[in-house]
């Protein structure tokens, strides 16, 4: 039944103590966490539209990050968390295909489209919209809705106990984040790592998915990026969205594209070139023991950062994450 | 051996499960949504059937201690489609301590910003997501916020759990919530006239609405005082002739049915997802929740 809400005891008040005590040891442990090991490589590459040959692109990119797909059940994470007619919100089919060629070039088992959309239901209506059925050969073959797929239990998931996610997800060898350049009203900016939001159930957790904002985005976001560490990043910043993303936006030509083997490296490089301190970027921080996020952590392949710089309008909340 | 007119009724049988439950798709885990969907819309002429009673034993046997039903024998958290559960009893005629249960642990649970905190968190930033948090709806999740559909069909479930309650209290109970679940549905009704999942305007910003989740509180306000009736039904009409998405035009039918607007559409061939199937046989068979 649920909880008639906050009410102030004594058994609340030790409750609260014990929880500050928690939450404190673990700043600690987080503080004394040394960081990743290495560099990670991200590639970034320059197309100035999607009449570009996105396959020769990628398969440069590929290369320049050493990515390997052969054998492997690929599930391909396109952001589909809603369509409008020309609105830029979801990832550009021209892109979702050339991502399947470029996997089955390299090799894959298997490659699977998933998603799991926040706002509506008819996921494979979405995609019809979106454009994915028409560009992309066998596509219903390929595709899961992962909000209503099989789902399997994870322990541990931020304060709770676990989380239900999807069992293509897991079973997965490697999770392809194909998002899009966009900032984002709660969280500064979506890319790669919030991406993964879609391999929650709605079927589970509704539309939207509230239980991870009640959770706390930033932490959701890095506890899905900890969960899934076989992953790899390719963000459409050919065209992104500036202002009021993820959905009510406007659309912002940037002409990149960029790869890599860790997510976090991925989405900082991102934030490098919208303008925005990935450090101020809460699911960043938080995964800053674990990823590679710091400049000197990320081996930058292909065009520079300041080649492609193109700062993003940002919601007004959220002007303090600008790069000086 | 089964003759079904309704060729979606036909599939519904050869893509049941074999612990009697069915999945979101053939062959995918048997969930309590699918399941509760799959026998309201053999409820009508099939309830003595084994198919039909082989899911029944399931959906049986995933009631909880508190009175909710769980998601499925994997997901065990109380599931907001009990409220689905609870409309199937309706619909057998099964009132029994299990259903005084369910009616009972539904009418308690409320969305998480009528919370006190919650409250004075949006008393001080109320422009963030527009809406009033003293209009109680029901959420997803125990734990966490309102939202349209959620609050649909906890109104359309205990509005018929209301006909049959014996019990004064709780019948003054059911009869709150539910007055004041649609006076949340209407509260988040978008400019356009329809409903999205639930924030009609966030950040000063008006949000669109969507055909599935507009058909569905247009079913659980059905004759309110407060709707235009013949403008609401106009505008479901508009969007059931624009939408190209099978689960929304089988919302959509389903709300048009109700209203004596529509006829039942043809039923053609399954599209292998087990929702839409269920809904439109559901509509079919008028047996609108």
Redesign the interface.
Known sequence: MESPGPMITRRRVLQAGAAAAIASAAACRQAAVPGPRGTAPVTILRAASYQADLLDLMRRGAAACNLQARGKRVLLKPNLVEFQPGAVIHTQAEILAAVVALFESLGAREVIIGEGPGHRRDTMFLAEEAGYRANIPHFEKRFVDLNRDDVARVERFADTDGIYLSRTALAADLIVSVARMKTHHWAGATLSMKNLFGVVPGAIYGWPKNHLHQVGIGRAVAELYRIFPRSFAIVDGIVGMEGNGPVQGRARACGALVMGSDLAAVDATCCRIMGIDPAQIEYLQLVSGMGHVNTGQIEQRGESIAGLRTPFELPPQFEHLRLG | MVTCVDPCLAWLHGVQNADGGW???PG??S?L?PTTYALLALAKDESRSEAFQRGWRLVESWQLA??SWR??S??N?P??ATSLVISLRCVLGIFDERFARAVE?LV???G?E????ARMAHWLRPSLIEFDPALTGW???????A?V??TAHAVMALRQALKHSRDPHMAKAIAARISIGQRMLLERRCRDGGW??GNRR??G?D??S?P?TTALALLALFGHVSVDWEEAIRHAEQLLQMT?????RAWLEAGLLQHGVARPAARGEPSG?ILVASIGSIAWNRLVL
């Open positions: 999945g979101y798709f995918k885990q969930r949504e508190n009175g998601g499925s994997i997901v958290e599931h907001w642990w308690a649970l409320k998480s009528s919370r006190p905190f959420p997803w999740q125990p734990g966490t916020s939202w559909e959620p999205n999942y966030l950040l910003f949000l669109p969507y599935e190209r998405s099978p689960l929304a997802d």
